[in-house]
């Protein structure tokens, strides 16, 4: 059985699995934010990609949900998400990463993190073992000037009426990664500590629920100059299990245009190029919404930037040369 052909399986397995999945749950509004191009910036879905294959980034993603969306009842501004991550290999066995992300809505609320990740790399055979570590500070912010409360007998009703809170909690996270050549799938888990937000009131908690996932990827030369990059994300929290797949189809490596699905929420277009001798990648997506459309706005977009630093050399000191009648160096 030749490469390309277990490759096919494999991605026509998970296929199957994210259908089936998909048919057989539905998808709630998450705690934490998501975006379309994650596939092309791996350590925001797994802390082990942290300087995976001593790869150097910095990445900077912004995301506008529904775009256009107003309301008349809350506050101004949009939905929208602005994520910072990088990632550095320093050394062939270790990984560094940062990421902070920045997280508002019109309503009042918002949320930021900060975060440090730390991976291990253990090459076994044709495979590499990466473990990942994620310590961070997650933030939640209400301004209740502009906050609107659904249920007045709330007891966060009255803490919020008028004034501005926020309070910081730990947050912690882990991964793992198998990967060769050709393929990778992962495992994460997030917010392990569930943290919670009572805003010093004591009378009321919003805690950040867990989040449990299972991610994969597949690359496959189609020909000289195209290949075919499918991938999926099955994720679990509150109860629930939301996975989304797509797949970007690479002309010489440069360019890229892709589609992919995310169950009750959105379908996505996706393209992308990589420039000045691919240090520099440019991503962009446009989602469509597919549920629940009569209260959102039909389209988000979505940026990627990023920049790849090239890996320092270092340059070995030339040995003198001597003979009995001339010096070099």
Not at 160 to 185: K, N
Not at 225 to 249: K, N, T, W
Not at 269 to 278: A, D, T
Request: charged share 15%.
């Amino acid at each position: 059985m030749t490469r390309t052909t277990s490759l096919v399986k494999w991605c026509f397995s998970l296929s199957v699995g994210m259908f089936l999945l998909s048919i057989a749950t539905a998808s709630f509004a998450q705690q934490s934010p998501q975006f379309s191009i994650f596939s092309a910036n791996s350590n925001i879905v797994n802390p082990a990609f942290s300087g995976w294959k001593t790869n150097n980034y910095v990445a900077l993603q912004i995301r506008d949900q529904w775009s256009g969306y107003t309301t008349s009842i809350d506050g101004s501004g949009r939905l929208g998400t602005t994520w910072l991550s990088g990632s550095f290999g320093i050394s062939s066995n270790g990984g560094l990463g940062v990421q902070f992300y920045s997280d508002k809505t019109p309503s009042g609320v918002s949320q930021q993190l900060i975060q440090f990740q730390g991976a291990y790399h253990l090459k076994k055979g044709n495979g590499l073992w990466s473990f990942g570590l994620s310590l961070g500070l997650q933030t939640k912010a209400f301004d209740g000037r502009v906050f609107r409360v659904r249920d007045p007998n709330d007891p966060l009703a009255t803490l919020l009426s008028g004034s501005a809170v926020s309070q910081t909690q730990p947050d912690f996270g882990f991964g793992a990664v198998y990967s060769t050549e050709s393929w990778q799938v992962g495992v994460t888990a997030d917010h392990l500590t569930a943290p919670k937000f009572d805003f010093n009131g004591g009378t009321a908690s919003m805690p950040l629920d867990r989040v449990f996932a299972i991610h994969g990827s597949a690359e496959i030369p189609l020909s000289d100059y195209f290949d075919l990059l499918p991938y999926a994300l099955v994720r679990y929290y509150s109860g629930q299990i939301v996975p989304e797949g797509g797949a970007r189809v690479y002309y010489n490596k440069l360019i890229y245009a892709g589609a992919a699905y995310r169950n009750g929420d959105a379908a996505m277009g996706l393209l992308g190029v990589s420039i000045l001798q691919n240090k520099l990648d440019i991503g962009y997506s446009m989602d469509i919404t597919t549920s629940n459309t009569l209260n959102k706005k039909p389209l988000s977009h979505e940026v990627f930037l990023r920049f790849r630093i090239p890996e320092r050399t270092i340059r070995q000191k030339p040995i003198p040369i001597r003979t009995p009648r001339f010096r070099i160096l």
